[in-house]
């Protein structure tokens, strides 16, 4: 049954870079048959689509952050990762990463349990 | 950016049901997923490409999307259904093409 499990820092200082990643058990992070994606949820908000990547490295970004996020895979961990740089108090949420099926339309249909990242000095 | 928008709350009896909107332009040329979220939990997928389901969730969850408005719908409403739900649009044309909608929460009274 495959499972991801979000892991990195809880506390990251204002101006600094917040790095998480996501292990995959239970299957391949290099299947053809999905994306991976990053996603998050500041408290008692909605949630947020950060981006997405492919087991080849193609990614596709929330333009909205784009200037600040580098999603990026390896594939001998069997992991992806999100760096967001140039952080500040609005970046702090639950972080969710999940994998999207192409056959479903780029839905998230398995997620991560999230990890709450805070954004104070 | 492509904007989705839903009712902040939605009220039902047990045994009633409800109809959860995601309005946005020209969204039934679009994909649409829906999303439940209980307290403290991760979202579970109930419905994905507008009206189709995952294996394990009850046939009481439905979804169709048509001109500007997709709608989940929970027949038969128990008090476990009782969560935040959010729509998701995938549109691959767009320079922005992954939305969620604002979400909504139901209460089962």
């Known amino acids: 049954q495959l499972q991801l499990q979000e892991s990195g820092p809880g506390l990251v200082k204002p101006s600094e870079t917040l790095s998480l990643t996501c292990t995959v058990s239970g299957g391949s992070i290099s299947s053809s048959s999905y994306y991976w994606g990053w996603i998050r949820q500041p408290p008692g908000k909605g949630l947020e689509w950060i981006g997405s990547?492919?087991?080849?490295?193609?990614?596709y970004y929330n333009p909205s952050l784009k200037s600040r996020v580098t999603i990026s895979v390896d594939t001998s961990k069997n992991q992806f990762s999100l760096k967001l740089s140039s952080v500040t108090a609005a970046d702090t949420a639950v972080y969710y990463c999940?994998?999207?099926?192409?056959?479903?339309?780029?839905?998230?249909?398995?997620w991560g349990q999230g990890t709450m990242v805070t954004v104070s000095s | 950016s492509y904007v989705l928008t839903q009712p902040p709350s939605v009220s039902v009896a047990p045994g009633q049901t409800a109809r959860i909107t995601c309005g946005g332009n020209n969204i039934g040329s679009k994909s649409v997923h829906w999303y439940q979220q209980k307290p403290g939990q991760a979202p579970v997928l109930v419905v994905y490409d507008d009206s189709d389901r995952p294996s394990g969730i009850p046939e009481r969850f439905s979804g169709s999307n048509s001109g500007n408005t997709a709608t989940l719908t929970i027949s038969r409403v128990e008090a476990g259904d009782e969560a935040d739900y959010y729509c998701?649009?995938?549109?691959?044309?767009?320079?922005?093409?992954?939305?969620f909608g604002t979400g909504t929460k139901v209460t089962v009274l």
């Open positions: 998701q649009v995938w549109d691959s044309s767009s320079d922005h093409p992954l939305v």
């Open positions: 990547i492919y087991y080849s490295g193609s990614t």
């Open positions: 999940a994998r999207q099926p192409l056959a479903a339309r780029r839905a998230f249909d398995i």
